[in-house]
């Protein structure tokens, strides 16, 4: 599936970022990563309802083996009929960006931080350069 073909399936919900990665795609709405394309499948970001929901709609987790450990996600595969009704892929998307949004204030909020970026503009305070930049903040 390419990044083309994505963006088409997501055209009833709104523009949206592919961005390569680990074999597969990520796929983004105002920066938040809400979905994911893996072998050709799409799988959308869950909590613990929206597994139930779209398990009843015969939606499987995403999983991958590595180390010989099976690992499960929290993204289940888009069920087949909303890749053929555009409002039903753009209402689950956006329960999916919502669900998305969520993780990402909790996981900020427990880390007690805002999300920054990775190179300081100002010195340590052992007065050494910080990482990747010079002492007078160049």
């Known amino acids: 599936m390419t990044a083309d073909d994505i963006r088409e399936l997501f055209a ?17 709405a105002d920066g938040t ?6 072998g ?3 799988y959308l970001k869950v909590d613990d309802g929206f597994a139930l929901d779209l398990a009843g709609r015969g939606s499987v ?13 929290s993204y289940w595969k888009m069920p087949e009929a909303a890749l053929d009704d555009g409002e039903d892929l753009a209402a689950l ?17 427990s880390t007690g931080r805002r999300k920054t970026s990775a ?3 100002t010195p340590s305070k052992r007065g050494r350069p910080p990482r990747g930049g010079t002492a007078s903040g160049e």
């Open 33 to 38: 990563m809400f979905a994911l394309e893996a």
């Open 119 to 121: 190179v300081s503009k």
């Open 12 to 28: 009833s919900f709104g523009p949206v970022e592919v961005r390569r990665m680990f074999g597969g795609a990520g796929v983004y």
């Open 93 to 109: 998307a956006r329960r999916a960006l919502e669900i998305a949004r969520a993780a990402r204030r909790a996981k900020t909020a």
């Open 61 to 73: 987790p995403f999983t991958y083996e590595a180390k010989g450990r099976r690992t499960i996600m």
């Open 40 to 42: 050709g499948e799409l």
